[in-house]
């Protein structure tokens, strides 16, 4: 496929490689930073432009990675009479893109992106939406040519999904933080949890996490819990955190066991 | 070394599997319930014993392997002549076991063991303390036996490693619960979010949590926040705790930006 890109971030970065490197055709690259077009651009072997308005219209696919709220905005300055439109937000309905393009869609990469790593694309479902059967057709054939996963989802589904990414990934990963500092304060290495961060991860892969939690919430082992509670005192909105999902745990897993 | 456990649980069965598989000899298998010790015992050529008296005092370690509230009384009732005492637990003092032996201590694995999967000790940090220097040598030559990496941690250390650990992997996998759960109520496969949980362990392996924190919260973007906030008003307890880490995220990051 013809692909433009407007965007620079991670999201259209790692996505214009992956289709730089499958043997798509990459023709513009768009940002209103011109260092970050620019350098992106130089990468996929495609041009640099400044303004939506200066998209080549001999393309296939214009995709949107911006942030989510700009999406509206630069859709409805986008007038292509050929190209297919798609943006790439898990919280953003499809229907902002309407008046675009002719044809449009969502091609919503359910992976975690960081400048720092090349993500396993070839494991990551593509949740897709599209304003036809053919748009969903290309979009498919799309996420399978980077050897991804294609899937249709809605907007109400691909909203609930964004909403789960955020509770079993950004807010996982903001704990490992909180643990990390705990060590730190200790005088101890982060490094030694990672094993341990590699293995809850791993469990998963093989069992409910229901299955495969364990800890003191789990055990309602009090003595433990109030342990940990007295080391949390100088840093009370962990304590509280502590204390929630705690009681989330304890409270889940008694419920089961009636 | 010659060892004799007293356990049957995930702890016990995991580490008698690596210590038989790794050439020691294992001389009894203590556990209150029977079926539990003959089936370990059998597993591991032991023998099984009901009782902390039937101990053979022939044996270079005993390892007790049981709930936190339990190691205390147990190891009151022992009274080793010649062979080491240690426990495996996080929160649990060393001095516990003064008396059950004349060399004694911790041998925590940290590491996450459940039931259903053979974890990975090769990656494992074991977090020794001891009675005396001979005895330290002794626990760290049987950590590496079994291809750990040991680690010299006093009681203090232990507990603040245990509270980390219960924030990076037991309230960790708690949260890959709670998505699942979104994801099901939805009609959605809870697959979907595995490659992310997946990448999300994997992305801290290169670099600090810090540096790899993602999305809405981090952002400060308010809208899919209250988004994210609506979709789950049928769930009070969980809106809480998106609202604390969701401001937890947001409060650590625009600390850093200043």
Same mark, same amino acid.
């Given at each position: 496929m013809r692909i433009s890109i407007l965007g620079s971030g991670n999201v259209a970065t790692h996505l214009g490689r992956a289709f730089f490197r499958s043997g798509h055709k990459i023709i513009d690259v768009c940002?209103?930073?011109?260092g970050h077009?620019?350098?992106?651009a130089t990468e996929l072997n495609a041009r640099a432009i400044q303004k939506a308005g200066d998209f080549d219209?001999?393309?296939?696919?214009?995709?949107?990675?911006?942030?989510?709220?700009a999406i509206e905005e630069v859709a409805r300055g986008?007038? *292509?009479?050929?190209?297919?439109?798609?943006?790439?937000? /898990?919280?953003?309905?499809?229907? %902002?893109?309407?008046?675009?393009?002719p044809g449009y869609g969502v091609f919503y990469p359910f992976q975690t992106f960081s400048g720092f790593r090349e993500p396993d694309l070839s494991e990551a479902p593509f949740c897709l939406e599209a304003s036809s059967p053919g748009v969903m057709r290309r979009l498919s054939e799309l996420a399978e040519s980077i050897r991804g996963r294609a899937y249709e989802v809605d907007s109400a589904g691909r909203r609930r999904l964004h909403l789960a990414a955020v509770i079993a990934c950004n *807010?996982?990963?903001?704990?490992?933080?909180?643990?990390?500092?705990?060590?730190?304060?200790? /005088?101890l290495s982060p490094e030694l949890l990672r094993p341990l961060i590699m293995e809850t991860a791993e469990k998963v892969m093989?069992?409910?996490?229901?299955?495969?939690?364990? /800890?003191?919430? %789990?055990?309602?082992?009090?003595?433990?819990?109030?342990?940990h509670l007295r080391q949390l005192e100088h840093k009370p909105e962990l304590q509280e955190l502590y204390k929630l999902l705690s009681a989330s745990i304890t409270n889940l897993h008694l419920k089961d066991d009636k």
């Open positions: 940002s209103p930073t011109p077009a620019a350098s992106l219209q001999d393309t296939d696919l214009c995709l949107i990675a911006v942030k989510d709220d986008m007038g *292509f009479q050929k190209a297919l439109v798609a943006h790439t937000a /898990g919280s953003i309905p499809m229907e %902002v893109l309407k008046g675009s393009a *807010f996982t990963n903001h704990l490992y933080t909180l643990a990390d500092e705990l060590l730190q304060e200790q /005088g093989e069992a409910a996490p229901f299955e495969a939690q364990t /800890g003191p919430a %789990v055990r309602n082992d009090r003595l433990v819990i109030e342990d």
